[in-house]
C-alpha cells in the first residue's frame, strides 16, 4: 500500500465487520480525516447503520471483494473467529493494507492477503466498545500495533491523528497481553456482577446496587491509577482481620455457596500481592484457610 504520510487522508478505508469496534473506529477516523470509502458486514442493514453515522460518501457494499477491489486499506472487524475465514476468501493485491483488530491475534491470521502482495498488520485498541459507545473518542487510548513495518509506519501516523498512542507488542506476546486486557476489562465487569448478585439476593435492583457501588468502584481504580496496586489494597486481607474472611466464608456457604470458590481464588490473589509487601504469621493462616475451603469445595463437588 502507499504509505506516503502526505496522503495519508486520500487513501480509500474499508471495514469488513460492521459491529461494535466499527461502530467508533470508523466515525473517528472519519472526523480525522480519513476517507471512510465502505463497509460490508454479512448483515446489510448493519453496513447501511455504519455508514449513516459517517456520510454520504460512505457506501455499504454487497460483497466483501467488491469493498477490498475498491480500497487501500481494509480493516476486518469481524469476530476474532471468523478473520481468517474472511481472509481466505478474498482475492487481495499488491500495494494495499489488510488489518484486522483483535487483541488475542497477530498479523499471521491475515497470510492469505499477505501471500497476495498486501501488507498485513494488526491495530488493537485498548478499550472497550459496546453496542451504545459510536460517540466515544479514542484520545488517550494505546494502540497494540503488530505486523510489517511499512503498514506500522502508517497506522502509527493514524494513531497519532486519533489522538492515541501506539504501543509495541511483539507477536509472541499478544495473547499474553490480550489476557491482561481481558482481566482489566471482561473480568473486573465479571467480579462486579458478582458483587451486584449479592444485592440481588437481599432485595435490591441491579441498578441500585450499582448506584451504591459506584462511588466504590470509581474511587478504587483511581487509586489504583494514581498510587499503584500495593497502595491500593484495602479490606480484611490487608488489615489481617482473620475473622471477618471466616464470617465471609460462612456467609457464602449458608447464602451464595455458588460465589465461594470464586471468591476464594480472588482473596488467594489478593493475598499474593499482599506477600509483596510483608510476610506475616496471620496471612498464612488466612491463605490455609482460604485453601482447605477451595480443596472442601473439590472435595465436595467429586463426592
Ligand atoms: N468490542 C470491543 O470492545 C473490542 C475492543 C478491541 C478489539 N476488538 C476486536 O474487534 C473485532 C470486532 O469485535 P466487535 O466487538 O466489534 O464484534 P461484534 O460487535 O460482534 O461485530 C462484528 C460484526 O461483524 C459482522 N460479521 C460477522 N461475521 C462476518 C463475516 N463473516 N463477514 C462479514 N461480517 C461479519 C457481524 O455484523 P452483522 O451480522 O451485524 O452484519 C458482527 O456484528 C474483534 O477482532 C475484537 O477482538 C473489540
Same mark, same amino acid.
Not at 23 to 31: D, F, G, Q, Y
Not at 263 to 282: F, G, H, P, Q, V
Given at each position: 500500500?502507499?504509505?506516503? =504520510? ?50 454520504? =460518501? ?19 472487524? *469481524? ?7 474472511? *481472509?481466505?476468501?478474498?482475492? $487481495? ?15 499471521? $491470521?491475515?497470510? /492469505? ?14 478499550? *472497550? ?7 466515544? *473518542? ?17 497506522? /502509527? ?34 467480579? @462486579? ?5 449479592? $444485592? ?52 457464602? /456457604? /449458608? ?15 489478593? @493475598? ?11 496471612? =498464612? ?14 472435595? =465436595?463437588?467429586?463426592?
Amino acid at each position: 500500500m502507499c504509505d506516503v =504520510e502526505n496522503e495519508i487522508n486520500s487513501e480509500k478505508i474499508g471495514f469488513i465487520g460492521a459491529g461494535k469496534i466499527c461502530r467508533t473506529l470508523a466515525p473517528n477516523l472519519n472526523s480525522a480525516g480519513f476517507n471512510i470509502h465502505g463497509v460490508y458486514s454479512s448483515n446489510k442493514s448493519s453496513s447501511h447503520n455504519i455508514c449513516k453515522l459517517i456520510s454520504n =460518501e460512505c457506501k455499504p457494499y454487497q460483497t466483501p471483494q467488491e469493498l477490498v477491489d475498491n480500497c487501500d486499506l481494509i480493516f476486518i472487524t *469481524t469476530p476474532d473467529d471468523s478473520i481468517q475465514k474472511v *481472509t481466505e476468501s478474498i482475492k $487481495w493485491r499488491g500495494n494495499m493494507g489488510v488489518v484486522h483488530c483483535s487483541g488475542a491475534g497477530t498479523s499471521f $491470521w491475515l497470510y /492469505k492477503a499477505k501471500s497476495d502482495g498486501a501488507s498485513v498488520a494488526s491495530y488493537h485498541p485498548l478499550q *472497550t466498545f459496546s453496542n451504545d459507545n459510536s460517540d466515544i *473518542t479514542l484520545k488517550n487510548v494505546y494502540f497494540a500495533i503488530e505486523g510489517d513495518l511499512s503498514l506500522i509506519e502508517y497506522l /502509527k501516523n493514524v494513531t497519532d491523528k486519533l489522538g492515541g498512542f501506539p504501543l509495541s507488542i511483539a507477536s509472541e506476546h499478544k495473547l499474553l497481553y490480550h489476557v491482561s486486557a481481558f482481566m482489566s476489562c471482561g473480568l473486573i465487569a465479571t467480579v @462486579i456482577g458478582k458483587a451486584v448478585d449479592i $444485592w440481588k439476593s437481599i432485595g435490591y435492583s441491579e441498578k441500585q446496587a450499582l448506584d451504591f457501588l459506584t462511588p466504590l468502584m470509581e474511587q478504587t481504580i483511581h487509586n489504583v491509577s494514581q498510587n499503584g496496586v500495593l497502595d491500593s489494597l484495602t479490606g480484611p486481607i490487608s488489615r489481617g482481620d482473620i475473622g471477618t474472611i471466616k464470617g465471609h466464608i460462612d456467609s457464602l /456457604k /449458608k447464602h451464595k455457596p455458588s460465589l465461594l470458590s470464586t471468591y476464594c481464588a480472588l482473596s488467594l490473589a489478593n @493475598i499474593s500481592i499482599e506477600l509483596e509487601r510483608k510476610t506475616d504469621k496471620t496471612l =498464612e493462616e488466612i491463605e490455609l484457610l482460604l485453601k482447605s475451603t477451595i480443596s472442601a469445595i473439590h472435595t =465436595e463437588s467429586v463426592a
